[in-house]
């Protein structure tokens, strides 16, 4: 296993389309995380998953996102309606841990940056 | 105030320089405490990890915690130019399940 796969690498879109990213965490690593990061800022957190279970979802995030985990293997983010304020560069991340009071860092995929014309 | 705020940069310093990066954190709660790098158009890549106060040193990096003032850093010694990156802090937020991560502070290492 080479470390988080992200698909595609690069997405342009234009505005009002829906559009999917895929996510493929390391094996082993139960935690996965979407987040997104726009230039000059760190990453936002979107969506957490334990598994197949969604745990968390940030209150930031619109209705037009939905991100899936299904077996608890391969994760999906689909965008609805796509907006110019929705380009940005869409990570994926994966940690492992079975103690949630302690945390050990994430691994970062290479990103999905998405363009919405 | 921000969650999470970084010195501003860019900050620039020789190559062979100690560089400094600071980091300042809202939520007492907070129990994990992190530094990544991030090079131009690459995602972040986990580089310090700290849990306890005082100091934690990895090859030429340190990290530093103080949870009583809230602050956490890294200090990168005998700076060379592939150092030459963005360096995001972050904090792991034990009750929900997430990593909050300040804006960066962009370093420059001149040869």
């Known amino acids: 296993d080479t470390g988080v796969s992200q698909d595609p690498r690069h997405k342009i879109t234009k505005r009002g389309q829906n559009v999917t990213f895929r996510c493929d965490p390391i094996s082993e690593h139960n935690r996965l995380y979407w987040y997104r990061q726009t230039l000059g800022q760190g990453p936002e957190f979107l969506t957490y998953f334990q598994n197949e279970a969604q745990l968390e979802k940030s209150r930031l995030l619109s209705d037009r996102f939905s991100a899936e985990r299904p077996k608890g293997s391969f994760s999906t983010l689909e965008i609805q309606r796509t907006e110019q304020g929705d380009s940005a560069m869409y990570l994926c991340?994966?940690?492992?841990?079975?103690?949630?009071?302690?945390?050990?860092?994430?691994?970062f995929g290479s990103g999905t940056r998405l363009t919405v014309v | 105030q921000k969650e999470v705020e970084q010195n501003s940069g860019p900050l620039s310093v020789p190559e062979g320089a100690i560089a400094s990066l600071n980091c300042t954190y809202s939520d007492r709660g907070s129990q994990s405490f992190f530094w990544y790098r991030q090079y131009s158009g690459k995602s972040p890549e986990l580089i310090m990890s700290?849990?306890?106060?005082g100091d934690k040193e990895d090859g030429r990096f340190t990290a530093q915690l103080n949870k009583a003032s809230q602050y956490v850093s890294l200090l990168i010694r005998d700076s060379q130019p592939s150092d030459s990156a963005t360096y995001l802090c972050a904090f792991w937020r034990y009750n929900n399940n997430d990593m909050r991560f300040g804006a960066g502070t962009r370093l420059t290492v001149k040869p």
């Open positions: 991340a994966s940690s492992s841990g079975r103690d949630r009071r302690a945390h050990y860092g994430y691994t």
């Open positions: 700290i849990y306890s106060n």
